[in-house]
């Protein structure tokens, strides 16, 4: 089992940028796709952008494409989300997610089996 853990969330005004990172433990991070959720108050849970195990593949929800950047260092263990651009319907609960099986890239959460305990993003206008 992987632990997970997400920083770098907090409050922006619209037009500005947050980097979340997220740091993993327990497992061999390079053979894992990684992702990033989010969940706003009252909406499902939905997928943001994943990463493949060895970073040479990236995957984003359409509202994010051109405004955010997937990426891990697996030397660190860590994966990153950089944020620019941010609109106040960016505002969620941000998860990090590490795929359960080795060496594919899932973009559904039913993929991923391990998750962080999410960080607050707040967007204001």
């Known amino acids: 089992q992987v632990q997970l853990v997400e920083s770098g969330g907090g409050l922006v005004q619209a037009g500005g940028s947050l980097r979340l990172s997220c740091a993993a433990s327990?497992?061999?991070?390079?053979?894992?796709?990684m992702g990033w959720f989010r969940q706003a108050p009252g909406k499902e849970r939905e997928f943001v952008a994943a990463?493949?195990?060895?970073?040479?593949?990236?995957y984003y929800e359409d509202s994010v494409k051109g405004r955010f950047s997937i990426s891990r260092d697996n030397a660190k263990n860590t994966m990153y989300l950089q944020m620019n651009s941010l609109k106040p319907e960016d505002t969620a609960v941000y998860y990090c997610?590490?795929?359960?099986?080795?060496?594919?890239?899932?973009?559904?959460?039913?993929?991923?089996?391990?998750w962080g305990q999410g960080t607050q993003v707040t967007v204001s206008s």
């Open positions: 997610a590490a795929d359960s099986t080795p060496f594919r890239t899932g973009t559904r959460k039913s993929d991923f089996g391990s």
């Open positions: 990463i493949n195990w060895s970073g040479g593949s990236t």
């Open positions: 327990g497992r061999t991070f390079s053979w894992y796709a």
